[in-house]
């Protein structure tokens, strides 16, 4: 091997070692501080680390696998809990909000929600008004925003936000046209459709749930009695 092959591959070496340590500072400062953008977070890391080189910068599934791997090493028992807790406000939502045939998007759907993380849906109505509507005349206290989503490759566009508490717990809804039922917005992730669960969906997700947290306990029995 010859002197600059070996600092080719040393430099490679680096490079990829700095990317696993920026994704992991990213997934902490995401898991304790509820940073929820992964450019954020990763320049956020970046900085803390002292890195500079754009090379070292992950991407969002690098920063998205590194964050599941700390809650799991970190968060083994709470973060299950947390995320059960959210589906099961996310179902009673969703059934609450049938008219508007939503779907659940985000961290509660993908198994990583925490703690900081809201129950964030996607309701349908070619009347932008009619989901806030609906809230107010139940007597639920609403805060508008907006936000931009990408529905193509250079394409952006601004839908209504509603947001609002239920059992402490935060929700996070976009109010999208009915015909944006077909296609979703991008993923922040990995720039495909994003990913949407029904209500059924849901209730399977939840079900499943259930059932490896009965594993584990009837295992953590066993495991106790075997070493009585």
Request: glycine residues 4%; contains cysteine; charged residues 30%.
């Amino acid at each position: 091997m010859t002197r600059g092959e070996h600092h080719r591959i040393h430099a490679q070496d680096r490079v990829q070692r700095n990317r696993l340590r920026v994704a992991q500072e990213a997934a902490r400062l995401m898991s304790e501080h509820g940073i929820r953008d992964f450019h954020h977070a990763k320049l956020k890391a970046a900085e803390r680390l002292g890195i500079q080189d754009a090379q070292a910068l992950p991407r969002n599934d690098e920063i998205e696998q590194a964050l599941r791997e700390h809650q799991r090493l970190f968060h083994p028992d709470s973060q299950p809990q947390l995320l059960r807790e959210r589906r099961e406000a996310a179902i009673e939502a969703m059934r609450f909000l049938r008219a508007f045939e939503p779907r659940l998007v985000g961290t509660v759907l993908d198994g990583t929600a925490d703690a900081h993380s809201a129950v964030c849906l996607h309701v349908f109505s070619d009347d932008p008004d009619a989901p806030t509507l609906f809230l107010q005349e139940h007597g639920v206290p609403v805060e508008t925003q907006t936000r931009r989503l990408r529905t193509g490759r250079d394409e952006q566009t601004e839908y209504p936000v509603l947001l609002f508490a239920a059992d402490a717990l935060p929700f996070d809804l976009t109010v999208l046209p009915r015909d944006a039922l077909r296609q979703a917005p991008l993923d922040r992730i990995d720039e495909k459709p994003m990913r949407r669960a029904s209500l059924p969906m849901v209730e399977i997700l939840l079900a499943e749930d259930e059932l490896a947290a009965n594993e584990i306990s009837d295992f953590e029995r066993k495991l106790a009695t075997a070493l009585r």
